[in-house]
């Protein structure tokens, strides 16, 4: 497994292109990769995000792979072309640190979702609405579909100070973009803060193949980092 990251440039239209569109961005992250390449396999996928930097410091992507990938388009299209500079780093090493018990600062973008087991709308809606994916779109929500998930990817949210749980909810949109033909909405979150590892088996598996749905989007890819790494950031 690998994991890489990459500067956009968002003064060039092409960036401004990719950033706007997941679909567009998405296409972009799979031709960083041969066809002939592993997209998915027991170890792990490919998953990617943006992280926009503070202080609008610029855009990083992100991407976790089981193969190296090469980002000379997306650095024509949308990086500096005269810099060709991003950094792939072998994911093994971290993978091995993890064990139970470790207490780790974690960020992650995800798509809370929930299968809707009833209608609750005011009027009744001819095509129905159960079994259908909806998104959370609370605070509260959206931070109890995580905590809800955590024992089952290998950790647990840590509380604060006051007793609550130590995340930060934030970069919360309703997102659309054209697939071909069709809309695609999708309700997005970046959950920050602190996590402890309850099972290392599990948590590293969470790390290779993400969380929740909507992963080839630009959601579910959870990263980590020690307090001292973080503050570099």
């Known amino acids: ?16 292109q990719l950033i706007g569109s997941p679909y567009k961005l998405h296409a972009a992250v799979e031709c960083s990769f041969p066809p002939d390449a592993v997209r998915k396999n027991d170890e792990g996928r490919i998953l990617w995000r943006l992280d926009a930097l503070t202080n609008d410091k610029g855009v990083w992507l992100y991407v976790v792979s089981p193969e190296k990938p090469d980002f000379t388009h997306i ?22 640190r993890i064990a139970k018990g470790q207490q780790w600062h974690f960020r992650l973008r995800a798509n809370p979702v929930r299968k809707a087991s009833e209608d609750r709308g005011r009027r009744h809606r001819a095509e129905g609405i159960v079994g259908k994916i909806q ?8 931070m109890q579909w995580l905590i809800d998930r955590s024992a089952s990817h290998g950790f647990r949210i840590l509380d604060n100070e006051a007793g609550q749980p ?30 402890e590892v309850t099972d290392a088996d599990l948590f590293r598996g969470t790390l290779c193949h993400g969380v929740g749905r909507a992963k080839g989007f630009g959601c579910g890819l959870l990263t980590v980092a020690s307090e001292t790494e973080n503050r570099a950031e």
């Open 135 to 142: 998104g959370h779109v609370t605070v509260d929500q959206q």
């Open 75 to 96: 650095v024509e299209q949308a990086g500096w072309p005269m810099h060709e500079e991003w950094e792939t780093k072998n994911y093994a090493p971290l993978l091995e």
């Open 166 to 195: 130590d995340v930060i909810v934030k970069e919360r949109h309703k997102e659309q973009f054209k697939r071909g033909n069709a809309i695609v909405t999708l309700a997005t979150a970046v959950f920050e803060g602190h996590l």
């Open 1 to 16: 497994m690998f994991i890489s990251r990459i500067p956009l440039n968002k003064a060039r239209y092409g960036a401004r």
